[in-house]
């Protein structure tokens, strides 16, 4: 195994990296958020703190999360013709984020997220995919779309049958593909060889692996079985207790710092942003997951899904986390 890289920030570059292109493709959403006390039971009725209509979507907030950390990005995706379907288009375009792919669809409402946010900050989300159920896959622009970019970005907020032939086309013109298999669904065996980055939650590496994930012990053996169907680079997110990198050189966890959590919605798209032009730029993975979980813990101490991701300034002047541990 390879000695153990430190795992303390590198001093800032003299120049800055060359931002990375970063293609998204994925779900737009606006976000109809309920701060209420607790999730009510079956047959209870809450009284709750407040509502909010919110920009969101995974694919979205993973777009903002990428243009924030200062990657430059384009999304692929689906609205509606409707007031949430401007209103997403423009939020993305105040961030820098080039739109000339998004389609608007005349017969189909913007998406729609549902999400109650406890007092604990934990959250419960139901989805309608409106327009986000309408991405159609144009090969030959995405070759286009895909030349130079360091990163296809994906979730699984759209079609599975588009992501799968977003997945190969980007093999094909190699580019790198960073899945987010959220919600998670099964992925087609001939795909994984293709995907080199898959980020997942506790839940998720156990369903695609069938290996428990619930300690960072659990998640180095749930993503060695992942790698082992042909993922280069496998991160399991363990909310507050970080995440766990696994690649040929091992598994290493990256504990995360000790923060109040307020609303964590856009914890893992935000990571996920960091992560992707981290590596973009040409950083360890080591470092870029490092820099993923600070930016996390900075992204639940605030409310709302794209509002909470933070700058990549704002990141950086974080304080570090623990050092990471090799498992």
């Known amino acids: 195994m390879s000695p153990k890289p430190s795992s303390r920030s590198p001093e800032p570059p003299s120049v800055p990296p060359v931002p990375p292109r970063i293609v998204v493709l994925g779900s737009l959403n606006m976000d109809l958020v309920l701060r209420v006390p607790h999730a009510p039971a079956a047959g209870e009725t809450l009284i709750g703190h407040s509502i909010a209509n919110i920009?969101?979507?995974k694919g979205a907030n993973?777009?903002?999360s990428c243009a924030r950390e200062g990657g430059q990005v384009r999304m692929i995706g689906c609205v509606g013709d409707d007031a949430h379907g401007r209103a997403l288009r423009e939020s993305l375009e105040r961030d820098g984020i080039d739109t000339a792919a998004l389609r608007t669809v005349d017969a189909e409402p913007t998406g729609t997220a549902l999400i109650l946010v406890e007092d604990s900050g934990q959250n419960r989300i139901v989805m309608i995919p409106g327009a986000n159920?309408?991405?159609?896959i144009d090969e030959a622009a995405l070759r286009e779309q895909l030349h130079g970019a360091a990163f296809l970005v994906m979730q699984f907020e759209t079609p599975m049958e588009q992501v799968a032939r977003a997945i190969s086309v980007a093999h094909e013109a190699g580019c790198k593909v960073l899945l987010n298999p959220s919600p998670v669904q099964a992925i087609a065996e001939p795909l994984w060889p293709r995907i080199d980055?898959?980020?997942?939650?506790?839940?998720e590496a156990q369903t695609l692996c069938g290996q428990s994930a619930d300690s960072p012990q659990d998640a180095a053996l749930a993503g060695r079985a992942l790698r082992a169907k042909g993922i280069a680079r496998v991160v399991v997110t363990l909310g507050s207790?970080?995440?766990v990198a696994i690649d040929a050189d091992g598994a290493r966890h990256h504990p995360a710092p000790k923060v109040q959590a307020v609303d964590t919605t856009a914890a893992g798209d935000t990571f996920l942003g960091a992560l992707a032009v981290a590596l973009g730029e040409g950083q360890s993975f080591d470092e870029a997951v490092r820099l993923g979980v600070r930016a996390a813990a900075l992204c639940i101490q605030q409310p709302g899904a794209q509002p909470s991701i933070p700058q990549?300034?704002?990141?950086l002047q974080s304080p570090l986390p623990p050092d990471w541990i090799t498992l």
């Open 197 to 203: 980055t898959l980020v997942v939650n506790e839940i």
């Open 62 to 64: 993973q777009a903002v």
């Open 55 to 57: 920009p969101g979507g």
């Open 133 to 136: 159920a309408k991405v159609e």
């Open 312 to 315: 990549r300034d704002a990141v």
């Open 241 to 243: 207790r970080g995440a």
